[in-house]
């Protein structure tokens, strides 16, 4: 399991990353991972809307803690600047900054770490560390070839407006609706691209499914049917693992 002694320390000294109390009995700690194009921004929405939970997006609470000027921050900054990966340590040390905010209180909805079984090993024990633990790992399962159609099938006008060549078309085809400016296929919407990314997606984190399945936190989402039926199932089974704890 791997360790890392320069988060640990500053828990230890804190300096950076408070340590956070016991676990309540009804936190909801949960992580949200699905390929890309698998809804999970729309499903995240909701979820905080439903439960009070912050959404933690790691980019998102990367560029936050480099904004605020963090120490941490400041770290993750001197990588993104030369262009280079932030280091695990370094996202999970600002991962845990968040978490220690009264706004995760009583829990967090985490999306875009960990990527990989041993990024997932190393946050579950820096968790462990400050008193806290995953309740359950939301998996948002969707088929590559759905994928492909949905992503492949956006055209953007413009000015920003999105249309679905299947499901959301513009009234006159390849014209905006509003400006009746062309639209295009950004370079991220092609297919080739799109395969490209789920290849990276079922190498590094779909082993995810499996390791956590095996420790009893995965939850399976069908991603091919409607936003609201996808949310329906999601929300009762969060609010089911909510009763439990609170039993």
Same mark, same amino acid.
């Given at each position: 399991?791997?360790?890392?002694?320069?988060?640990?320390?500053?828990?230890?000294?804190?300096?950076?990353?408070? &340590? #956070?109390?016991?676990?309540?009995?009804?936190?909801?700690?949960? #992580?949200?991972?699905?390929?890309?194009?698998?809804?999970?921004?729309?499903?995240?929405?909701?979820?905080?809307?439903?439960?009070?939970?912050?959404?933690?997006?790691?980019?998102?609470?990367?560029?936050?803690?480099?904004?605020?000027?963090?120490?941490?921050?400041?770290?993750?900054?001197?990588?993104?600047?030369?262009?280079?990966?932030?280091?695990?340590?370094?996202?999970?040390?600002? #991962?845990?900054?968040?978490?220690?905010?009264?706004?995760?209180?009583?829990?967090?909805?985490?999306?875009?770490?960990?990527?990989?079984?041993?990024?997932?090993?190393?946050?579950? &024990?820096?968790?462990?560390?400050?008193?806290?633990?995953?309740?359950?790992?939301?998996?948002?399962?969707?088929?590559?070839?759905?994928?492909?159609?949905?992503?492949?099938?956006?055209?953007?006008?413009?000015?920003?407006?999105?249309?679905?060549?299947?499901?959301?078309?513009?009234?006159?085809?390849?014209?905006?609706?509003?400006?009746?400016?062309?639209?295009?296929?950004?370079?991220?919407?092609?297919?080739?691209?799109?395969?490209?990314?789920?290849?990276?997606?079922?190498?590094?984190?779909?082993?995810?499914?499996?390791?956590?399945?095996?420790?009893?936190?995965?939850?399976?989402?069908?991603?091919?049917?409607?936003?609201?039926?996808?949310?329906?199932?999601?929300?009762?089974?969060?609010?089911?693992?909510?009763?439990?704890?609170?039993?």
């Amino acid at each position: 399991m791997a360790d890392f002694p320069e988060v640990r320390g500053q828990q230890a000294a804190h300096s950076n990353v408070p &340590a #956070i109390a016991e676990q309540a009995v009804s936190e909801l700690n949960l #992580i949200l991972v699905g390929p890309p194009g698998a809804g999970k921004g729309t499903q995240a929405e909701k979820l905080t809307e439903d439960f009070g939970l912050p959404y933690y997006a790691t980019g998102n609470i990367l560029r936050d803690a480099v904004a605020q000027g963090t120490e941490l921050g400041k770290k993750a900054k001197e990588y993104m600047d030369a262009g280079d990966l932030v280091p695990d340590e370094v996202i999970i040390g600002v #991962i845990l900054e968040a978490l220690a905010s009264d706004e995760a209180a009583e829990g967090f909805l985490l999306d875009g770490f960990p990527r990989t079984v041993p990024q997932a090993d190393a946050l579950g &024990a820096a968790l462990q560390d400050v008193g806290r633990k995953i309740s359950a790992v939301l998996l948002i399962d969707v088929p590559d070839e759905v994928i492909v159609k949905r992503l492949s099938g956006r055209r953007v006008s413009r000015a920003g407006r999105v249309y679905h060549v299947d499901f959301d078309p513009p009234k006159q085809e390849g014209r905006c609706d509003l400006d009746g400016s062309e639209l295009i296929q950004r370079d991220d919407d092609k297919p080739e691209t799109i395969r490209k990314r789920l290849a990276v997606y079922h190498d590094q984190t779909e082993p995810l499914v499996d390791y956590y399945e095996g420790r009893n936190l995965l939850r399976r989402f069908d991603g091919t049917r409607t936003p609201t039926e996808v949310h329906d199932h999601i929300r009762a089974t969060v609010a089911t693992l909510r009763l439990e704890d609170e039993l």
